[in-house]
């Protein structure tokens, strides 16, 4: 039985790293830019997060699992992670 991505995505059920703490996963479907169904994932990091732990290789490994996740849970759709703090999105989203 497939699960949903819901729970796939839930921070209770995702092993992920202790470092940097992930405050929240928000996640919507779209098609991609080669017409495919996809979804775009965006992780929060807590706004306090020191730069030393938003560094590539960190947030690849929360990115990893959250793949990994999705594939045991024979979701398909191809997943288009950021990671970024609330204040990050918050400034994005004011900038658009």
């Known amino acids: 039985m497939q699960r949903s991505i819901d729970q796939v995505l839930n ?4 092993d992920l790293p202790p470092l940097p703490e992930v405050e929240e996963i928000q996640w919507y479907p779209f098609i991609d830019s080669n017409g495919f169904p996809a979804y775009r994932v965006t992780v929060l990091l807590r706004d306090d ?10 947030t690849r490994e929360i990115e990893k699992r959250i793949e990994e996740a ?3 849970a024979n979701i398909e759709e191809f ?3 950021r990671t970024l703090t609330r204040a990050d ?5 004011e900038n658009r």
């Open 11 to 14: 921070l209770k059920s995702l």
């Open 49 to 58: 997060t020191s730069e030393a732990h938003r560094a590539r290789v960190l």
């Open 70 to 72: 999705l594939l045991s």
């Open 79 to 81: 997943p288009y992670i």
């Open 89 to 93: 999105l918050q400034e994005a989203e």
